[in-house]
């Protein structure tokens, strides 16, 4: 019994054993492709981790020691067909190498090839650019930060392309004609950002369902063709200088659509309504244009909505107060237009249940501050709810919206990073609310520039995760509440031009600050102002260390790769309270968040 079930696994064994050698000799590739990646790979060097570890990527570095004695279809970076052997395609994305390639040798010399990716790998792309065989069942061609410098003409050959990013190169001037052919009628995903590019031709693909282009040099009106691509679910044309009036059309394709950014253009006249049922927007980036008109009211349709920016524009009329219906609004930037009156609140309905960064500032608005508002802010106020080290500065951005790497065919992840009240230069007049006090997540308030009067409420002290208080420019009086001093994260004060009298707090976190955090409070005196006070008692000055811990979280390759954008900054220039790394292209942000912990020693 015993010896009978050793030898029926023994022959199990064995079985198993030998149908793998059979199986890898069935799928062994050939002589004449493996030649082919090896005068690939003769350019291709390591790089060393400390050498290529700048920005937050996280590389994954591929083995270049392809061994001839090893079938290649089992070397690193390569997949074949379990089948026929063929190489199907070569991944080394990411890999940390470096030298010169040109994938014109294996595009012709592997005729099963599907897909390249050297996206990051640290290699540049070199093609001569003259006309190669090339597998018409291509899929994909991801050539990322690259160094490339043209168009490659062998993609005129991939009738089938799918995918095709070429992002973050040197690609320049007008596209050829025939780029608009390219993947004949297939190609489902096209990111031309990050280069110089200064004129399109007409990508007609009706399969097109992600097509970015931002940060480019295209002139011209809106591509009419747009219209016509159906299937569109994310389009990025921000950053560049499109000009003239969005066609009536784009508002029918709307209701594909689950993202559109035409930021940072030259657009002018209204904002179409949206016809369609918008239900699937999650984002509509229309700042940094010269829009005219009110915020259309079509847009209480998009109940799915969460990033709404409409900030430098030059929209007039009242507040849009009926975007406080819509249930997952994170984002609301109306900033620097010519909005006015006040800022009313229903009594009925909801009252921005999701929002985290609302930014009216630089309008006309007068009256109360919206205290309705501040009282049920919601998502500012749950401290647990909210993640306390994402505060994250990406090139000028509180948000980020970021496609999860191999999940392009995915909706991105949209990742509000900051909690930002911004009403500042309005005409606001009255008191600061009380109710101010239970946003307790709140990281940055701006109410500069109005004509606010009476005290700084002293409840400004609960709201712990404050890291910016800008309240200068109003007609604020009595003393800076000592609350503020239990505020260890803040980095940033501003009390100037105000009527402000007394003692100014030294303690904790008020060591960091400089005059210029008070300057015109006539009656405001002690340090670091050169005024004494003198009918005051000055507290003995302690002495403090201060320890600095920076959390760092990197996002990186292996998890996050695509396109990075957001929101301006409160102010114009980089603030020192916040700081973050952003790689050239923009594309990966690296978080960071700074704890001052401020301690007395004895
Ligand atoms: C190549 O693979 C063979 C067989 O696995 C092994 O004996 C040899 O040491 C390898 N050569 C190198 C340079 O790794
Ligand atoms: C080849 O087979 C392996 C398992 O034997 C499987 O993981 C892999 O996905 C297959 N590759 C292709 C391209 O079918
Ligand atoms: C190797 O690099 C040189 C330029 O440095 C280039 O001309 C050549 O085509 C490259 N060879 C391969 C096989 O990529
Ligand atoms: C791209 O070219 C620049 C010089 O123009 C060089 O410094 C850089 O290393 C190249 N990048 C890659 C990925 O080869
Ligand atoms: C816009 O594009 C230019 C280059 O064309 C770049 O320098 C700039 O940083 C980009 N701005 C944003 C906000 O992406
Ligand atoms: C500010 O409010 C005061 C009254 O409180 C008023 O006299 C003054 O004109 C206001 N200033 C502005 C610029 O609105
Ligand atoms: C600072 O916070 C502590 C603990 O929450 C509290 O007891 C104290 O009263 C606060 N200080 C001021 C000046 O509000
Ligand atoms: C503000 O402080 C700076 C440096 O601490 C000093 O040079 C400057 O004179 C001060 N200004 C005033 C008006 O006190
Ligand atoms: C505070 O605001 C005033 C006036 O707006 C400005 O001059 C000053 O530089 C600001 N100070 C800080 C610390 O931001
Ligand atoms: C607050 O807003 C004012 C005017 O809009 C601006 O000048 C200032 O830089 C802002 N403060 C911060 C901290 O961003």
């Known amino acids: 019994m015993g010896s009978s079930k050793l030898v029926l696994s023994f022959s199990f064994l064995f079985f198993i054993s030998y149908s793998k050698s059979s199986f890898s000799l069935i799928h062994k590739c050939s002589d004449e492709q493996r030649d082919a990646l090896l005068v690939f790979k ?85 093609t001569k650019n003259v006309a190669h065989e090339v597998n018409p069942n291509f899929l994909e061609l991801s050539l990322v930060a690259c160094n490339l410098t043209v168009f490659p003409n062998f993609l005129g050959a991939m009738k089938n392309l799918k995918i095709l990013d070429l992002s973050s190169n040197f690609i320049s001037g007008l596209l050829p004609d025939w780029t608009s052919k390219i993947g004949g009628n297939k190609l489902t995903y096209l990111d031309l950002s990050y280069n110089s ?33 159906g299937r569109l679910l994310y389009l990025d044309m921000s950053n560049n200088s499109f000009h003239g009036v969005i066609p009536r059309c784009f508002g029918k394709i709307t209701s594909s659509l689950a993202m559109i950014n035409l930021g940072i253009n030259k657009f002018h006249g209204i904002i179409p309504n949206l016809y369609g049922d918008c239900g699937l927007l999650l984002v509509l980036i229309l700042e940094e244009n010269n829009f005219e008109g009110e915020v259309p009211s079509s847009l209480v349709k998009c109940k799915s909505l969460k990033i709404l920016d409409m900030g430098n524009n030059r929209l007039y009329g009242t507040f849009p107060r009926w975007l406080g219906d819509l249930p997952k609004l994170q984002v609301l930037n109306l900033r620097s237009n010519s909005l006015h009156g006040t800022i009313e609140t229903p009594t009925m309905g909801y009252l921005f249940p999701s929002l985290s960064i609302f930014d009216v500032s630089n309008n006309g608005f007068v009256g109360n501050l919206p205290g309705k508002y501040l009282e049920n802010f919601n998502a500012i106020k749950d401290l647990d709810k909210h993640p306390k080290t994402e505060l994250v500065y990406t090139s000028g951005s509180y948000y980020s919206i970021i496609p999860l790497e191999g999940s392009k065919f995915f909706s991105p992840k949209i990742v509000t990073t900051a909690t930002v009240i911004d009403l500042s230069s309005n005409k606001f007049e009255g ?90 409070n006539p009656d405001l005196c002690g340090p670091p102002l050169t005024r004494e006070c003198k009918d005051l008692s000055s507290p003995k000055v302690k002495a403090k260390w201060i320890c600095m811990e920076a959390v760092m979280l990197g996002l990186g390759c292996g998890t996050l790769v695509g396109v990075v954008w957001g929101y301006r900054m409160l102010s114009t220039e980089t603030p020192k309270w916040l700081t973050a790394i952003a790689n050239a292209g923009g594309h990966i942000a690296r978080k960071k968040r700074k704890h001052v912990h401020l301690r007395k020693r004895n």
């Open 197 to 229: 590019i200064t004129g399109l031709s007409e990508f007609v693909s009706a399969e097109m369902q992600y097509l970015y282009m931002r940060s480019n040099l295209i002139e011209g009106p809106f591509p009419p063709w747009i219209c016509n691509m």
């Open 42 to 126: 003769q350019n291709i060097s390591s790089m060393t981790r400390s050498h290529a570890l700048h920005g937050s990527r996280w590389y994954d570095q591929v083995k270049m020691n392809w061994n001839t004695s090893i079938d290649c279809c089992d070397w690193d970076g390569i997949t074949c067909n379990n089948f026929t052997g063929d190489v199907i395609s070569l991944k080394l994305g990411c890999g940390l190498l470096q030298g010169v390639v040109e994938p014109d040798i294996l595009l012709s010399r592997l005729p099963k090839l599907e897909a390249i990716d050297l996206s990051y790998s640290g290699l540049s792309v070199l």
């Open 431 to 520: 008191d600061i609310p009380n109710v101010i006090g239970n946003l307790k997540s709140l990281m940055a308030l701006n109410l500069s520039n109005n004509n606010l009067t009476g005290q700084i409420p002293h409840v400004l002290g609960d709201i712990f995760d404050m890291e910016a208080l800008d309240l200068s420019r109003n007609q604020l009086i009595g003393e800076i509440p000592q609350s503020l001093e239990n505020l260890t994260f803040l980095e940033l004060l501003n009390l100037s031009q105000n009527h402000l009298t007394g003692h100014i707090p030294e303690n904790r976190q008020f060591s960091l600050f400089t005059n210029d955090s008070y300057f015109g």
